[in-house]
Each structure stands twice: as C-alpha cells, then as structure tokens.
C-alpha cells in the first residue's frame, strides 16, 4: 500500500489526498500559435478550444484518461485534449452538462 501526499488543488482550492491528475491547460495546436494569433485565430476555454486557420477550423474538447496502476487502487489520471469533427464538437458541446447523454467520439 502506498502512501498519497496531500496537495491543494490548483483547480478546485480544496485539499486532496490522491494522485493529482496530470492535466495541460491547452492543446499543443494552441500553445504553438504567437500570442497575436491567439488572441485573433483562438478560442479556449477550460474544456473547449477552438483555432480558426485561414484553410480549417480545427475543434478540440478537454477528457480525462485514467490508467490503471499495477499494484495500486488508484488510477493514474490524464488531462488530455482530442481533436473532433465538427458534427461530434457540437454534439458534445450541446450534451456538457447532460449526465445521462453517452456517446462515444473518435478523437
């Protein structure tokens, strides 16, 4: 059995005593603009990001992957951003807050 540290979330304020989750506050597509082409090209927000190039728009939702750990109960956490289509953007976007709404997306 292991030993969890207490940390204070960044997010939340609160105290926890698990593993933090491993999370990115943005896709790389977006960390990889200027700060001009954010500000103009750009759309974020904590789970929906946006970037309208001059040929495409490219759509990007924030999702949690969770790994199992051998020889542990705890799951090891992922913040991770996936690219979707248009259709399955909006699909998610409308459904955010839905619990019962299931769907699976390919990112």
Same mark, same amino acid.
């Given at each position: !059995? &292991?030993?969890?540290?207490?940390? +204070?979330?960044?997010? #939340? /304020?609160?105290?926890?005593?698990?593993?933090?989750?491993? *999370?990115?506050?943005?896709?790389? @597509?977006?960390?990889?603009? &200027?700060?001009?082409?954010?500000? &103009? !090209? /750009?759309? $974020?927000?904590?789970?929906? #990001?946006?970037?309208?190039?001059?040929?495409?728009? *490219?759509? %990007?939702? =924030? #999702?949690? !992957?969770? +790994?199992?750990? +051998?020889? @542990?109960?705890?799951? $090891?956490?992922? /913040?991770?951003?996936?690219?979707?289509?248009?259709?399955? %953007?909006?699909?998610?976007?409308?459904?955010? @807050?839905?619990?019962? @709404?299931?769907? =699976?997306?390919? /990112?």
């Amino acid at each position: !059995m &292991s030993v969890l540290e207490k940390y +204070i979330c960044t997010n #939340c /304020g609160q105290e926890h005593e698990d593993w933090p989750a491993l *999370a990115f506050s943005s896709p790389s @597509h977006f960390n990889d603009l &200027s700060e001009e082409e954010k500000k &103009s !090209m /750009g759309q $974020l927000s904590s789970d929906f #990001c946006i970037i309208n190039y001059p040929e495409e728009i *490219a759509r %990007f939702i =924030r #999702c949690t !992957m969770a +790994i199992k750990v +051998i020889d @542990h109960c705890e799951e $090891l956490q992922y /913040g991770i951003w996936i690219s979707l289509s248009e259709k399955s %953007f909006e699909d998610y976007k409308v459904n955010y @807050h839905n619990e019962q @709404h299931e769907a =699976r997306y390919f /990112g």
